[in-house]
């Protein structure tokens, strides 16, 4: 049987047991009653008729009701209001033999077919079932005419056809009213249906609203709303939440090694183990785009967002999914971790602790990644926001809030220092400190570069001019002030009005910067190179000029950047630093190699045949002040550090 049908007589079971409560009622009555007609037609039997009448139609009523009110099977108590009007017509039947006005019972015996309509119109029977009930009370009907009166044969005609017709017809009708209800059980499944489909596209609209495609996590719209709420939870109910900002480490390199199908697999992968500690958490994973993820979670200290977080970091490692393509000494995807925690932290707008995580994930990129950072406003400048890094930039220079220091760069070979690099020092309004790698970035944005960078080539040259001691100065720019059309020949009046010898200057261009693709910056630094300034390039190896960058121009010097000395105390590591070293070696360019912090680094350069070294092994960055007296001292290198 079909699920449809099933569903149907269920459905109409219920139907029959509550129209038959009513029905015996209404019946049972009405047999009693028709005592009236009894006393009128078959006046002689009428105490017969009336105690039959009250005995079966009390009988119905109360039998059939109890076994409703008990719940008893609706389809044995069809059967039994069947049996009743059946027995119920029978016993009327037999009533009538007993009667002497024959002439009345002739007419009276039409009535029979009430019977049949009855038993079709008040109760919900089935087809066969209305088909046994009507087809008995005609066979019954037929039978006992024969048997037991003596009528003339054109009553039969006439009788005989009425209950032939009430039959084809009651049973006609019963047939149509159960078509009739079977369509509109049809038409009700098929609404609910519908109705049902809605809800469901309803909620999978909301979900598809509220996921990442690939991952199946929440997305950005979905986690800012978590965001907001937990924010709201917290200004107005003290709930303290944390926020963790997920980066897989050199993910593009990985969609160009290995192909974007590999990219998408590794980050589902990676959401699913990160969803697995979000859970174990009572937390919200989230993608907020890219190789770019986002936990929330209530918690009580900043311990437990770093406890989570740092679960998070072993996790992406443990799925040891291989990387050969990245930068570094690893070869397995890992992940840079920034976590910040609500206390602490300006609660004017919920932004400012993802801004606080974005931070501390820098800082995680800065460390070597694959690790984690919380956010602590005590290490980060007090002066956060963006507009106010700007202003403090806008107006340093004429504000005297501007200073460099300088790092030596050591010949470890001859013992002494080669040169100095300037480093550029900025302090806020308010007297904190701000490091290069925030205000340098807001600078170049707002070209408050170019006032900076002429600064520092200014202060530059004084030094030089104020003593031989300091054999040479590298003072880094920007692309942005190489692009600028009255970039050399400010650089050449400088050195004119002061009187240093070009040679002693040296300018720092970063790798990656568009000293291919910019027309201006080549000219530049054609122009500087003529000028007699030595051009030296920054960060080896970083970018993605690489290769390409050092074989078409020639420049003075290249500084390996200090990624690869940090890297090198693994075996890997050491390779990939040998390897960079003996390209530009092989290049025929002259190599400083910058970040060095223990004797070990300095001894597997020395085997490397790199002499030219920098990092806070020999010193951290010094005051101008500091450098001359170091350099005025012969700028010898001290016999811990050689
Ligand atoms: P950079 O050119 O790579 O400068 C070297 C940075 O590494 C300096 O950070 C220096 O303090 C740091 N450093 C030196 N030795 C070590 C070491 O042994 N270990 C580690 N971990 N770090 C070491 P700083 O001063 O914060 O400068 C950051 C960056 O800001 C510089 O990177 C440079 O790109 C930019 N910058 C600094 N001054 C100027 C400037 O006057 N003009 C421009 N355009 N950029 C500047
Ligand atoms: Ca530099
Ligand atoms: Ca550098």
Known sequence: MSVLKRLYEAQQRQAQRQDARSAIWFVGALYILFSITDAILIGDVIVYAVLLRLAIGTVYIACIGLQIRRDVDARLIELQC???????????????FFSDHSANVSYYLAYGTVFMMVANLFFNFRFRVALLTSG???????????LCFDFPFHYYAAIGSLYVLSFVLTIFINWKLNLER???FLNAMR???RQRQAAERGEELLKLSTTDALTGLANRRAIDQELHSLWKAWREGGAAFGVVLIDIDYFRMFNDYYGHQRGDAGLVSMARAMAAVARRHGGRIGRFGGEDFILLLRCEEPEAVAAVAEEVRREVEALAIPHEARMDHLAAVTASIGAAFCRGIAADKPERIVTAAERALLLAKDSNRNCVKLFDGRLFDRVSSQDSVAEAVRTAVERGRVSLVFQPIWDVSAGRILAAEALMRLTAPDGTA????????VAERTGAIVELGAFAFREACRQ??????IPMVSVNVSAVQLGRPDFVETVAALLRETGVAPARLAVEITEGLEIDTDSR??????ALSRLGVQIWLDDFGTGFAGLSCISRISFDTIKVDRLFVQASDTPRGAKMLKDIVTLVQNSGQRIVVEGVETADQVELLKQYGVALLQGYYFNRPMSAEALRMLAAKGGRLASSAG
């Not at 009743?84 to 037999?94: I, N, P, Q, T």
């Not at 910056?521 to 054609?526: D, L, M, R, T």
């Open 82 to 96: 069947a049996l009743g009007v059946v027995v119920g017509y029978a016993s009327w039947l037999l009533l009538t």
């Open 136 to 146: 008995l009370i005609t066979l019954i009907f037929f039978v006992s005419a024969f």
């Open 191 to 193: 609404a609910e249906i």
């Open 182 to 184: 079977y369509r509109v």
């Open 434 to 441: 701000l490091s290069p790698a925030t205000f340098i970035p």
């Open 464 to 469: 030089l001019a104020a003593t031989e001691a």
């Open 521 to 526: 910056v080549a000219e530049a630094i054609g």
